[in-house]
């Protein structure tokens, strides 16, 4: 079994690395000492070469994040290269591999290997009749716009606060969404699926 932990020197833990088992843990190798100058990231691994690791921050109404991929599983690592954002270069950062969404709005990201989502939230603002959301399987080179109608009944026109999605193989997915009525009196859960990978999305 193939896994993977980041390994910290002391005292101060800021400079780490990567180590990886593939015997369930019997035995480790550390891949690169001097990968990690970040303080918070996340790791996922699509098989025992290709992986992403990202970081998160917010500011100034965004959410910014640095997305970096290795090819050989874990040794080296790249910055992910997007060719643009759903809005265009407004959601490109400075440096490579930055991607920017609305924190304040609530917004949610998702990224493997073949696909880029982006939901959008109106946690904050006038509450809506849809869920809009951006979806690229070419990294930014084209996008399509999925438009989703909330549920009928007490919750369709509602703040939406949508998490990230998550899928189960590269087919089947769901969408979990928070949902509060204009009134703030009520709120609940809606949970959207997916079949085709995320290309469409159904209700319940």
């Given amino acids: 079994l193939n896994a993977w932990v980041a390994v910290c020197r002391l005292p101060n833990e800021q400079h780490c690395g990567l180590a990886h088992t593939s015997d369930g843990g019997e035995t480790w190798t550390v891949l690169n000492d001097s990968i990690f100058h970040i303080f918070d990231y996340d790791l996922q691994f699509f098989d025992k070469h290709e992986g992403l690791m990202y ?18 599983g874990g040794t080296t690592w790249s910055p992910v290269q997007f060719i643009s954002g759903h809005l265009g270069d407004n959601s490109l950062g400075d440096r490579p591999g930055e991607y920017k969404i609305c924190n304040i709005c609530g917004d949610a990201l998702y990224l ?31 996008f399509s716009k999925i438009k989703l ?56």
Avoid: C
Wanted: cysteine-free; overall charge negative; hydrophobic content about 30%.
């Fill in 112 to 142: 493997d290997r073949s696909r880029l989502i982006v939901v959008f939230g109106h946690s904050y603002m006038e509450p809506q009749e849809e869920i809009q959301m951006f979806i690229s399987t070419n990294r930014g080179q084209s």
């Fill in 55 to 72: 970081s998160y921050g917010a500011g100034a109404g965004s959410s910014f994040y640095q997305f970096l991929e290795t090819q050989d």
């Fill in 149 to 204: 109608p909330l549920p009928t009944g007490l919750f369709h026109r509602s703040g939406i606060s949508p998490h990230k999605p998550v899928f189960f193989d590269d087919q089947v997915g769901i969408l979990p969404v928070d949902l509060v009525t204009e009134d703030k009196n009520h709120d609940a859960v809606a949970f959207y699926g997916s079949t085709d990978g995320g290309s469409s999305w159904t209700f319940p």
